[in-house]
């Protein structure tokens, strides 16, 4: 059975996640989480796009970007999910698949809803009993979105322009 289409609309946000494959950990170190960064920062330039939220969890990704082109995300995340699972098969002296299948994305109007949606991404290692305070935790963009931290990965959010 093939299947489906992926729903791209212009002008809209999306909620980006990808799962480790089996729902095994993709981050073992540190060093895993800051790599994975690293490439997001570049992918944003290479296919102009922005980050508004993410949160980084064990065994799975979410993302919230802004893209130029809805055509653009596939490529973007190709190139993300590639250079990730070739770093962590080299370092781990793993082969074969890390991500789970397709990603998923979901469409967001550029609207309040945004807002919501980056605190539910931020909010996934309180919810998942990783932490019990959502800025202890180093791997996502609370703390850089709320405590106005310099913005190294993230872009401003403007929902009314």
Not at 28 to 33: C, F, H, I, Q, W
Not at 56 to 65: C, E, G, Q, S
Not at 85 to 107: C, E, T
């Amino acid at each position: 059975m093939s299947r489906m289409p992926r729903l791209i609309v212009d002008n809209a946000c999306y909620h980006i996640i990808t799962r480790g494959n089996q729902k095994k950990s993709v981050f073992s170190a540190k060093e895993d989480y800051l790599y994975y960064l690293n490439i997001v920062k570049k992918a944003k330039k290479k296919h102009k796009i922005l980050l508004y939220g993410y949160c980084l969890m064990p065994n799975h990704v979410h993302l919230l970007i802004d893209p130029e082109s809805g055509q653009d995300i596939p490529k973007f995340m190709h190139w993300i999910c590639r250079g990730y699972a070739a770093y962590f098969n080299a370092k781990y002296d793993k082969v074969g698949h890390l991500w789970q299948g397709r990603f998923i994305s979901k469409p967001l109007l550029k609207d309040q809803y945004l807002i919501h949606c980056s605190n539910y991404i931020e909010e996934n290692p309180v919810r998942a009993g990783l932490t019990q305070k959502m800025d202890a935790y180093l791997w996502s963009s609370y703390n850089e979105r709320c405590f106005h931290s310099i913005k190294t990965t993230l872009d401003e959010i403007n929902i009314y322009g």
